[in-house]
C-alpha cells in the first residue's frame, strides 16, 4: 500500500497591506517553506496606482494539499495579508 501523500502545484497570491511592516514576517515565512517554493514573483502595487495594498507576492509551490495549506494559511492568519490558493493539478 503507498502511503506517500501526492504532490500537488499550486499558486498562492499573496496581497500584502504595508510592505515596511509585513516584509520581514512575510519574508521569514516564505523562507521556512522555501523548499517547496518553485517560483517567487513581486508586484509593486502602490507604483502601479493600487492604494488599498501595497505589495503583490505571487508563488508557485510544490507540496502536499496539507503543505501548500498550511503555508496558505499561516500568511493569511496575519494582520494586513490576503493569501489566496489554486492548487493547479
Same mark, same amino acid.
Given at each position: 500500500?503507498?502511503?506517500?501523500?501526492?504532490?500537488?502545484?499550486?499558486?498562492?497570491?499573496?496581497?500584502?497591506?504595508?510592505? !515596511?511592516?509585513?516584509?520581514?514576517?512575510? %519574508? =521569514?515565512?516564505?523562507?521556512?517553506?522555501? #523548499?517547496?517554493?518553485? *517560483?517567487?514573483? &513581486?508586484?509593486?502595487?502602490?507604483?502601479?496606482?493600487?492604494?488599498?495594498?501595497?505589495?503583490?507576492? !505571487?508563488?508557485?509551490?510544490?507540496?502536499? %494539499? =496539507?503543505?501548500?495549506?498550511?503555508?496558505? #494559511?499561516?500568511?493569511? *492568519?496575519?494582520? &494586513?495579508?490576503?493569501?489566496?490558493?489554486?492548487?493547479?493539478?
Amino acid at each position: 500500500m503507498n502511503t506517500e501523500k501526492p504532490i500537488h502545484i499550486a499558486t498562492i497570491s499573496i496581497l500584502v497591506k504595508e510592505r !515596511e511592516t509585513h516584509a520581514g514576517i512575510v %519574508n =521569514e515565512i516564505l523562507s521556512r517553506h522555501g #523548499d517547496r517554493i518553485i *517560483a517567487r514573483l &513581486g508586484v509593486n502595487l502602490g507604483r502601479a496606482g493600487v492604494r488599498t495594498y501595497s505589495g503583490l507576492i !505571487e508563488i508557485v509551490i510544490e507540496g502536499s %494539499n =496539507e503543505e501548500i495549506k498550511s503555508l496558505s #494559511d499561516e500568511l493569511d *492568519a496575519l494582520y &494586513g495579508i490576503v493569501a489566496k490558493t489554486n492548487i493547479l493539478d
